[in-house]
């Protein structure tokens, strides 16, 4: 009875308009934060000082830590080459977060990250083939646009070109991850057969 009910919690959960749901939701949180964000962070950067970039960097690596559980958990699915391009994105993810100066732009890209997860389980509803990871893409570019669009209107904000660029770069690497690590089937490769 009780691994028939988790089943079907379980379908539910992943069901298309629970996710879709889930996404509309994390958008309007998104946007609708933007205003009073600004002032949150001024807060927290007087009251942590230099230590938000840090807070920053620790959820990144929590969510990361995520990830690497899932991939372990299901380690027979993976191969050596998977393994090394999930290091290589994360290292690159990783790496445009260092770059990014500011609290705000580094929570916007692991926000849209994680808005790009989410497009792409919603679109595998529809879509089984590679085009779902360029359709998430776009999506997630045009949902970043629509920040911007919001913090044009905003007295507190300014529209700028640079960030839809940045938001977009987040879900394009949160896509390559997915297409190159987590979405594929382990394969015959050189690197796998000379493990086994």
Known sequence: MYVESTKEHHKWFR????????????????YSTLYIMRPILNFLKMTLKGYLNLSVGVMFLIILSLVL???????ER?????YLWFSFICCIYGL??????????QVHFIEYGILSALIYLALTHDIN??????????????FGAGDEVVQWVLPNRIFDIRDIVMNGTAGILVQLLI???????????SSCQLMQ
């Open 129 to 142: 083939n590679r085009s779902i990871y360029f359709l998430s893409s776009l999506i997630v570019f045009v």
């Open 179 to 189: 297409a190159m690590v987590i979405s594929r089937r382990k394969v015959a490769c």
């Open 15 to 30: 069901s298309k308009s629970f996710v879709w749901s889930l996404i509309a939701c994390y958008v309007t949180l998104i």
């Open 78 to 82: 993976y191969c050596v080459n998977q």
């Open 96 to 105: 445009v977060i260092y770059i990014l100066e500011l609290p705000e732009e």
């Open 69 to 75: 559980a899932h991939i372990i958990s299901n380690r």
